[in-house]
């Protein structure tokens, strides 16, 4: 599994199937942990495997590399039984490249016995602690501690280290949901967003599959909230849908909610996930952001546009494997032309919501920057009164060292009464 998310498949599909696979719930949790564990400390792990290796790393074959991180990470982080951990990984080593099997058995051997080489100091070398310890590429490393100061980076970076907490929300239809998860053992702690939950996750999956709550993290939620209005609202770029049916629960009868994705196979996946919630006032659509088809203005579109996902490491470890630093100005690319084409479908006196899971400048106050600079009808409107205690100079700036859960921005835009939308 750990060779096809390097090769670009996507980190949840592949956990989903290899579930699907599994009968017993424990076979499932463990690997779970192993596949996220693994890539969210294969940066320490190749530093630890390194120091034991008679050959570079970059030599090994991919999937003697993935076997040799899977053991030192069983070794390292888990309580499995060290001659299983051992014995696991030479019989996939051997699986890979027979002649692989002894040196896979040397270097867990000899982990097993010396242990891991000491950490790197953090306040001396807080770029070399990031990239060993912290298990960040380098250059993320490097960016951070640039951007961020020592102390805000080496927060971040342990911030992604951990496993992220659960959030939910509650199906508004079903007025006993609360009491089920009681009765289930299932916790729930209010979150500082509007309805949402911080949640235990024992038990938790039997309740999202029949609909009775949502799994979606606080910085997600509060997007979706900053975009509640009433009239007619658009979820530009919709999958995997969460936000565009929060935004439906919240407005009732008071609004309809258009959701557009240009995704067909996604557009499916959201129509089965609108049908379990009961989200009838969700109205689904096959639609290109960049290319919006609609003849109406809208009183409030959501733009959660695609992105890096940086501010999801801890959620999603594999994304620090597969960014690259070009990736950002790519993505901003993009980001800009879906603004720029949004709108346009704003009526005067709506509102703009700009979103991203990335906390990258080049992501998200240069975007809105750029955007707010050249159209002149636009401006910063203010937030609500409760998502105070996330902003800065009146963005939403949800950082994982300082608020539990996803990296989230966003921002609301409000269009002018009356002017045109370019700048003079």
Not at 213 to 225: I, T
């Amino acid at each position: 599994m750990l060779g096809r998310v390097a090769r670009g498949r996507p980190l949840a599909s592949l956990l989903d199937e290899t579930a699907a696979g599994l009968a017993d719930a424990r076979d499932r949790a463990l690997v779970h942990e192993l596949v996220l564990g693994t890539l969210r400390r294969r940066g320490f792990l190749d530093h630890v495997l390194g120091r034991l290796s008679s050959r570079p790393l970059e030599t090994l074959a991919p999937a003697v590399r993935d076997a040799l991180r899977l053991g030192a990470y069983q070794l390292l982080f888990l309580r499995t039984p060290a001659h299983a951990a051992v014995s696991e990984t030479v019989d996939l080593a051997r699986e890979v490249e027979p002649h692989a099997a002894g040196f896979a058995n040397a270097i867990l051997r000899r982990l097993q016995r010396e242990g891991p080489p000491p950490e790197l100091d953090p306040a001396a070398d807080p770029v070399g602690w990031m990239s060993t310890a912290g298990s960040l590429p380098r250059w993320l490393a490097e960016r951070w501690h640039a951007r961020l100061g020592p102390a805000g980076a080496l927060a971040r970076a342990r911030a992604a280290l951990e496993a992220p907490p659960c959030f939910v929300r509650l199906n508004p239809r079903v007025p006993d949901v609360r009491e089920r998860l009681a009765a289930a053992g299932i916790e729930l702690e209010a979150a500082a967003v509007p309805g949402a939950f911080r949640a235990s996750e024992g038990g938790l999956g039997r309740f999202a599959e029949s609909g009775l709550v949502y799994v979606q993290d606080a910085g997600s939620q509060l997007v979706a909230q900053l975009a509640a209005a009433e009239g007619l609202l658009l979820d530009a770029c919709a999958a995997p849908g969460g936000k565009a049916m929060l935004l439906a629960d919240l407005a009732g009868d008071r609004a309809r909610v258009i959701a557009a994705e240009a995704s067909r196979k996604r557009l499916a996946l959201m129509t089965k996930l609108a049908r379990r919630w009961g989200a009838t006032r969700l109205h689904l659509l096959g639609a290109d952001a960049l290319r919006p088809p609609f003849r109406r203005e809208f009183d409030c579109v959501l733009l959660d546009a695609p992105c890096s996902g940086l501010g999801t490491l801890a959620r999603n470890p594999d994304i620090r494997w597969r960014v690259a630093p070009q990736d950002l100005e790519r993505h901003a690319t993009r980001q800009r032309a879906l603004l720029e084409s949004l709108a346009r479908v704003v009526r005067p006196g709506g509102a703009l919501v700009y979103a991203t899971c990335s906390l990258e400048p080049e992501e998200t106050h240069e975007v809105v920057d750029a955007f707010l600079a050249g159209h002149a009808a636009f401006a910063q409107d203010p937030l609500p009164e409760w998502a105070q205690a996330f902003a800065r100079d009146g963005r939403v700036e949800l950082d994982p060292a300082l608020h539990a859960g996803d990296g989230f921005f966003a921002v609301r835009l409000r269009r002018g009464m009356l002017g045109s939308m370019g700048r003079t």
